[in-house]
Nanobody, 115 residues
Framework: QVQLVESGGGLVQAGGSLRLSCAAS????????IGWYRQAPGKQRELVAT???????NYAESVKGRFTISRDNAKNTVYLQMSSLKPDDTAVYYC?????????WGQGTQVTVSS
C-alpha cells in the first residue's frame, strides 16, 4: 500500500505561481511512476505530468513550458512547480502513483486561478 498526501494548493492570480507537493509513504520505494492529474468542474480527470523513477517525464501539451515536475526519491516526494498560471488551470489536483499494476491516489488539493 502507498499513501499519498498533497499540499500546496490555493488561490492565485493569473500569471502567478504555485508549487504542489505530494509526500508518499508506505511502500513508497516500490513506486515506478508518480505524478499529477487534475479535474475541473464538469470535466474528466486528465493527466498533468508524471515522472518515472529513472527521471523520464511526461507532460500534457497544455502545461508544457509552464509546469515542471520533479521527484526527490530520498524524501519520497514529488513536486509540481506551476508558473504562468491561467484560469483554465483551475481544478482539483491529484497525486497519482503506480506500483506494478496498482494505482494509488491522493485526496486532492484545490488550485484556483483568478483572472
Amino acid at each position: 500500500q502507498v499513501q499519498l498526501v498533497e499540499s500546496g494548493g490555493g488561490l492565485v492570480q493569473a500569471g502567478g505561481s504555485l508549487r504542489l507537493s505530494c509526500a508518499a509513504s508506505g511502500s513508497a520505494s516500490s513506486i515506478y511512476v508518480i505524478g499529477w492529474y487534475r479535474q475541473a468542474p464538469g470535466k474528466q480527470r486528465e493527466l498533468v505530468a508524471t515522472v518515472t523513477n529513472d527521471a523520464w517525464t511526461n507532460y500534457a501539451e497544455s502545461v508544457k513550458g509552464r509546469f515542471t515536475i520533479s521527484r526527490d526519491n530520498a524524501k519520497n516526494t514529488v513536486y509540481l512547480q506551476m508558473s504562468s498560471l491561467k484560469p483554465d488551470d483551475t481544478a482539483v489536483y491529484y497525486c497519482n502513483a503506480r506500483v506494478r499494476t496498482t494505482t494509488f491516489w491522493g485526496q486532492g488539493t484545490q488550485v484556483t486561478v483568478s483572472s
